[in-house]
């Protein structure tokens, strides 16, 4: 069965147990897809046994160091460990402008034989076809953050399933959109404020879009970090099944 492991749970302040928010899309056609990249999910995605050869979609959110920070080290990485298969790298015309200049800073086009790196970059309008393979249908809302950044609807074709991902928002109606009637929906709860939303926000998102759970991810962690406290805030305004995403959780899909 497809799988969603997430690979990170925090925000932007990690701690030992919670890396920045990244998680990866495993299909039943071999399909390996990695949402964002702050930090090195190679020894991650080797600890779930992923293949790493297999993954060939990377999906950037936005271009803040906790999303896209460690893309270069990946990079660097996946070539020094021989990779020949091309990569694609899907996101918005801001973030990929953004990674092309670090990556130039890195000078990477002196390293040799270096493997195919393809940019995409995905219109910034609300239901944008961003990926479409034997596994995944994959589509684009733009969000509200402190910058261009995307939410997406999964549709799973094996199974059927549906998974809505917020990335970091304030709750604008297109969460509600891509959010409609999923089977899952990963919904950001790093407090209400400018560019994001509270784990109440959240769970009146789920309650508008009519979805089937919610599970609480990109999360402020500190010492008195409370998953139960979490979940009880969302449950205010949310009445169907409520999780708080922690690092290296699998959803079968």
Not at 30 to 59: E, F
Not at 113 to 126: I, K, M
Request: charged share 20%.
């Amino acid at each position: 069965m497809a799988r969603l492991i997430v690979l990170g749970s925090a925000a932007a302040v990690s701690d030992a147990a919670h890396d920045n928010t990244h998680f990866v899309l495993q299909g039943d056609h071999g399909s390996v897809v990695l949402v964002d990249c702050g930090s090195n999910p190679l020894i991650r995605l080797k600890h779930c046994g992923v293949p790493l050869d297999d993954m060939s979609d990377v999906i950037l959110a936005h271009f803040h160091p906790d999303h896209v920070g460690s893309l270069p080290l990946m990079l660097m990485q996946l070539w020094l460990m021989g990779r020949k298969s091309s990569l694609h790298i899907y996101g918005l015309p801001h973030c990929i402008r953004g990674v092309e200049n670090m990556m130039a800073g890195f000078e990477w086009e002196s390293w040799p034989e270096f493997f195919l790196v393809a940019f995409h970059r995905v219109p910034e309008r609300d239901g944008v076809l961003l990926l479409d393979n034997d596994d995944f249908r994959i589509i684009s809302w733009p969000t509200r953050h402190f910058l261009p950044t995307i939410g997406f609807r999964v549709e799973v074709k094996t199974s059927g399933k549906v998974i809505g991902y917020s990335c970091d928002t304030e709750p604008v109606p297109a969460i509600t959109a891509l959010a409609q009637n999923v089977d899952l929906l990963l919904h950001e709860a790093s407090g209400e404020g400018a560019g994001h939303s509270s784990a109440a926000q959240a769970g009146q998102v789920a309650s508008k879009a009519n979805a089937k759970r919610l599970e609480l991810i990109h999360y402020s962690v500190s010492d008195t970090f409370d998953p139960a406290a979490l979940a009880a805030e969302a449950r205010t305004t949310y009445s169907g099944p409520i999780g708080v995403a922690q690092d290296f959780t699998v959803y079968e899909i």
